[in-house]
């Protein structure tokens, strides 16, 4: 996803692959150490993503946010 409008319209999927921790993937244990590349979320990580979902999906300030990285690919440009 891309943009806000691409997060928006998959809002309701988003919250429920977070909410039974299916996204973001990350397989190891806690149980084993801290990685450095442990890209699961935090517990106010995850309330703040439900919640913007319960409200209504809002932008916010997109001109304030980070941009988008240059190894971005959008779906349709990715080639096998």
């Known amino acids: 996803m891309l943009s806000v409008d691409d997060a928006t319209a998959n809002a309701q999927m988003i919250a429920e692959v977070v909410r039974d921790q299916t ?8 149980n084993h150490g801290v990685f450095q590349n442990d890209a699961s979320l935090t517990r106010k990580e ?6 913007w979902v319960e ?3 809002l932008a ?3 001109a304030a946010g ?3 990285p240059g190894n ?8 096998f």
């Open 66 to 68: 980070k941009p988008i």
């Open 72 to 79: 971005a690919v959008a779906d349709s440009e990715i080639q």
């Open 60 to 62: 916010g300030d997109v």
């Open 23 to 30: 996204m973001p993937p990350w397989y190891a244990s806690k």
């Open 55 to 57: 409200t209504g999906c």
């Open 46 to 51: 995850l309330q703040t993503l439900l919640r």
